[in-house]
């Protein structure tokens, strides 16, 4: 198994970073926080989970060893894939979602794309007791300061989270008024948002 995955970074894409490695470019899965963080040109050392199929090999990379081991035990239920997995930690942070479930919070669930009501009440059974408790005390569930170019990010998270190009320039506008009124816009919290947006009008 490849644990983890450190050089300069090659090339950003809006689901994916290219780190140098050896020579060898690997192309490693990330979530739009994680993205945020990275920079063409500058070193980048990402936890990775190797997800293998019958037809494909793909690397998912994470901030840190606890998102990558919350992304596989969020795999041990019924139903959830990598995608939904990575899909539930660009919307909540490790801890958010073990504070979710220890306290059968099925709002902050449904707030991920491609999880309906019936599906949270489902996955808070199932995690209840794989995901452990919150370690943390509370503060904001997610989201990395970035000064600049906050639109641009959160367009291309909604893109590759599915939604179409109209979908997510809507709900971008839509969080703009939000995004203004902070001095540091935080991509994670506004794809939050942005997601709440999208699942009202659906």
């Not at 199929?53 to 795999?75: I, K, V």
């Not at 489902?122 to 452990?132: H, M, S, T």
């Amino acid at each position: 198994m490849i644990a983890f995955v450190s050089g300069p970074v090659a090339a950003l894409a809006p689901d994916a970073a290219v780190v140098e490695v050896g020579g060898i470019g690997m192309a490693v899965q990330c979530a739009p926080n994680t993205l945020s963080t990275l920079r063409v040109g500058q070193q980048a050392k990402l936890a990775t989970s190797l997800v293998v199929r019958e037809d494909s090999l793909t690397l998912y990379g994470f901030a840190d060893d606890d998102e990558r081991q919350t992304f596989e035990l969020l795999q041990t239920a019924s139903g959830v894939g990598p995608r939904l997995a990575q899909a539930m930690l660009a919307v909540h942070s490790p801890d958010a979602l073990r504070r979710a479930v220890a306290t059968g919070d099925e709002k902050a669930l449904t707030a991920v794309p491609g999880i309906g009501k019936k599906g949270a009440q489902k996955l808070l059974l199932e995690y209840k007791d794989r995901l452990g408790e919150p370690l943390g005390t509370g503060g904001p569930a997610i989201g990395t300061p970035v000064t600049s170019g906050w639109s641009d990010q959160l367009h291309a998270a909604l893109i590759g989270l599915g939604y179409a190009t109209r979908e997510a320039d809507e709900a971008v506008a839509a969080v703009t008024p939000q995004a203004e009124a902070s001095e540091k816009p935080q991509v994670g919290q506004l794809l939050k948002a942005a997601l709440q947006t999208l699942n009202r009008t659906r």
